[in-house]
């Protein structure tokens, strides 16, 4: 500080001294003009550089700092340091913002951070996909303006924590969101919400599963009480009604235990502590015996035709492979009528090994194909049980499928018949010796 006053008391110092000297040289009158004119410079001069001052201060970051002179320079010095250091903090702040938003957007959920009067404050960009939000223009919106479903008004009205709100039907129809309100602060709140839809879809998969697996061994057990009761009411059990019973019986129960098996083999393929067993399988040979298996089905009622273009072997479990071919083989005889013709290829498609079973059958309408592989569903279910099926071979291809990495496809027109095509990687293909 003391030398901010020595530098500026210097000038005036000898500017006085210049005076008296030219008092005691000239008279008084020199002495008070030069010490006038030496003040009126000395003032332009700070006027100018305090208009340079004011002209930076309108844009700091566009101009560039005045050069000064005197007290000035060390003024404009200050200044500079204090811009280079307001800039570096500046840049770490926006680095540090950047990452929390970056952050933010990574989170599985959308956060919303609303004040006391539920205006919008901020919110990750989740949280617009959830509500319809455009963080460029809601911003200090009430957010029931722009969500205005009375249970969501209703939820943020409420002064006391709750459980989460399920909320359905918003912007996006098939979307089902969990929300939750969370107080911090000082009367603001964080509106955390969740996409469960995958969720909710499996919950409904999995009570559907139970009601389909109670529906489908209710069936077969009812059947065989009731011609137990009837034999045991019977007189003699030599008639033809009791064959015909025992028939129907025998039948029925090789379905449910047909049933139990799939249900027993899916539970297997889901279970994490049985890893895949793999194996080099003889893919031409599996398929020989896959195609023999399907001519007993058949009876002859269909022309099968096997067609192995390439000799290539996976690298696998046999009985998986076996289970996930023969599958898709009696599902094209199941519902291919008879006189109609079944075509298994073994090829390779764009370096791709791919397992297709095309046929002629009564084919399948656009809106079922993406559920086919849900466990038990049936597109005609008196048809499925005619032809004797248990709603599971699809499931059990499908998690085979993706125990191999492999891709099972699906095309399919209605009258046309159906290709059912599982494509596996390159890394699981081995070439065959000889």
Known sequence: MSDFWQSASAYPFFLLLFSLLLWAIFGPLAAALGFALGLAWWLLH???????????LALPEQRAMPEGAGLWEDVFSSLNQMMRVHRQERAEHLADLQQMEQATAALPEGVVILDAADRIEWCNPLAEQHFGLDSNVDIGQQITYLARQPEFVEYLAAAEARQPLILRG?????????????????????LISRDITQFERLEN???????????ELRTPLTVVNGFVETLQDMQTRDSDMAQRAL?????????????????LTLSRLENDQHPLHEEVVDVCGLLDEVGQEGRLLSHGRHRLELHLDCAV????????????????????????????SIDVYWSLRDG??????????????????????????????SRSRETGGTGLGLAIVKH????HQAKLEIASEEGRGSTFSLLFPGKRSVLASG
């Open 46 to 56: 700070h006027l100018r550089h305090l208009g340079a001052l004011l002209h930076w």
């Open 170 to 190: 918003t912007r996006q129809d098939d979307v089902v969101l969990s929300i939750k309100l969370i107080a911090y602060g000082e009367s603001k709140r964080l």
């Open 352 to 381: 791709q090994a791919v397992f297709s079973v095309r046929d002629s059958g009564i084919g399948i309408a656009p809106q079922h194909i993406a559920r086919l592989t849900e466990r038990f569903y049936r597109v005609d279910r």
């Open 400 to 403: 085979i499928a993706l125990r």
């Open 313 to 340: 072997n996976l690298r696998g479990s046999r009985n998986e492979l076996r289970s996930a071919f023969a599958n898709l083989l009696s599902n094209a005889i199941r519902y291919t009528p008879d006189g109609g």
């Open 205 to 215: 998969m999995r009570r559907d599963f139970v009601a389909n697996v109670s529906h």
């Open 247 to 263: 028939q129907l019986m025998g039948e029925q129960t090789h379905r449910m235990a047909h049933l139990v098996d799939d249900l």
